[in-house]
Each structure stands twice: as structure tokens, then as C-alpha cells.
């Protein structure tokens, strides 16, 4: 069966630090990943998605970038963090277009 | 954009009663997905449903998607302390990416 993992689970870093949160998913091969976050009482929000290695698409200009350096793994990050970057993220993968999206359990991201 | 407007908010219902969510698209839905939530934790995937008219049960939850495809209900009958959490749904729109809805807060009180 397949499982998705994302870590760490917290995360509290000051401003201007880098990120690195990782999400690895394993029981399948070239999933669609997905990179959200989240915010209190304003459903999920798409940052990133790739549909294969090193192709990456991003929904929202911000702070953050994503990359896919291998088909199952994901990583989001940021050079320099601001106060805004603070949230929930949620990594996630589908099989294919239009195909049920199955999610991580989410990293919490307190930018201090 | 396709957006998606979940109803009620919020919602606090007394243990043993049902309860009713709503999902309203503003286009067509061509997949719809329920998901529940535990706050600070992952989604989990409840159901699915594609056909107009379809409805799919999981346990005490059934999730139907009308005739027309652009409204979707989700319901619990004799909640339990175990159904609250955050309920979302989700829906397909094209290149790869879904859109969900801001989510609906249950609270059952024992």
C-alpha cells in the first residue's frame, strides 16, 4: 500500500533562516505531488505541484520554493523565512489527474 | 475559478444526533472528494463521488453528489465524539490541481 511521510512535524525557526521540510511517498511510482498550506478557517491553498521529476509548478508567488530531486520525494523550501511563512503545510500526491489526493499528516511552521 | 462553499461554518451538535454538511461548487464537479480533519493533523480521505445522483456511505457517513453535479452533502447520523473534527471537501479542476473548501468545524458534545 502506498504511505506518504513529511517531516518534521514542528518546526520553529527565527526570521531569515532557511526551510527545508521534506515529504517522501512510497508503494508507487510518478506520483503527481503537492505542496499546501493551510490556514485556520481558510481551507487548503496550493502552493506547488509536479507531475515528474524537476518539474515543478508554482501556484502562488511568495517566499517559498519547491523541488522534486527524486519521483517520490518533495521538498519545500525557503532561504530566508518571514513572519508570514508561519502555517501549516501539507504535502500530498494523487496517481494521476483527477485521481483522489491522499495527504501527509502536516508540519507546523512557527517562524519566530 | 471553480470555487467551493462549504456550510455550515461550524457546527455543534449534541451526541446521538445527525447532522448534515453542505458543498456547494460553482461550476460542474467532476470529482468530489470528502476529507475530515483532526485539527494540526493530516487529511484523511473519506469518499469520493464522480456520477450525478451518486452516494456512498462509509460506516455512519454518507456522502451523496446531486443530479446536477454541483452540490454535494455530507451526512452523519448518530454522531459520536469520534466524528468531530474539520470536514473539507474537495474538487477536481484541470492541469492536476483540486480546490477545497474553507471546511466545516464539528464539535459533538457528549
Known amino acids: 500500500s502506498q504511505t506518504i511521510h513529511q517531516w518534521p512535524a514542528t518546526l520553529v525557526q527565527p526570521v531569515g533562516s532557511p526551510l527545508s521540510l521534506e515529504c517522501t511517498v512510497e508503494g508507487t511510482s510518478n506520483p503527481n505531488l503537492y505542496w499546501y498550506r493551510q490556514a485556520a478557517g481558510r481551507g487548503l491553498q496550493l502552493l506547488f505541484y509536479?507531475?515528474?521529476?524537476?518539474?515543478i509548478s508554482s501556484e502562488v508567488p511568495q517566499n517559498l520554493s519547491a523541488s522534486r530531486p527524486q519521483d517520490r520525494q518533495f521538498i519545500l523550501s525557503s532561504k530566508k523565512l518571514l513572519l508570514s511563512d508561519s502555517g501549516f503545510y501539507l504535502c500530498?500526491?494523487?496517481?494521476?489527474?483527477?485521481?483522489?489526493?491522499?495527504f501527509g499528516e502536516g508540519s507546523w511552521l512557527t517562524v519566530v | 475559478s471553480q470555487e467551493l462553499e462549504q456550510s455550515p461554518q461550524s457546527l455543534i451538535v449534541q451526541e446521538g444526533k445527525n447532522l448534515t454538511i453542505n458543498c456547494t461548487s460553482s461550476k460542474t464537479l467532476y470529482g468530489l472528494y470528502w476529507y475530515k480533519q483532526k485539527y494540526g493533523e493530516g487529511l484523511i480521505f473519506l469518499m469520493m463521488?464522480?456520477?450525478?445522483?451518486e452516494e456512498k456511505s462509509h460506516e455512519k457517513i454518507t456522502a451523496k453528489l446531486d443530479e446536477k453535479k454541483q452540490q454535494s452533502s455530507l451526512h452523519i447520523t448518530a454522531s459520536q465524539p469520534s466524528h468531530a473534527g474539520i470536514y473539507l471537501c474537495?474538487?477536481?479542476?484541470?492541469?492536476?490541481?483540486?480546490?477545497f473548501g474553507d471546511g466545516t468545524t464539528l464539535t459533538v458534545k457528549p
Open positions: 509536479s507531475v515528474g521529476i524537476g518539474q
Open positions: 474537495g474538487a477536481d479542476t484541470n492541469a492536476g490541481k483540486s480546490t
Open positions: 500530498a500526491w494523487s496517481h494521476l489527474i483527477g485521481n483522489t489526493i491522499y
Open positions: 463521488l464522480q456520477k450525478g445522483g
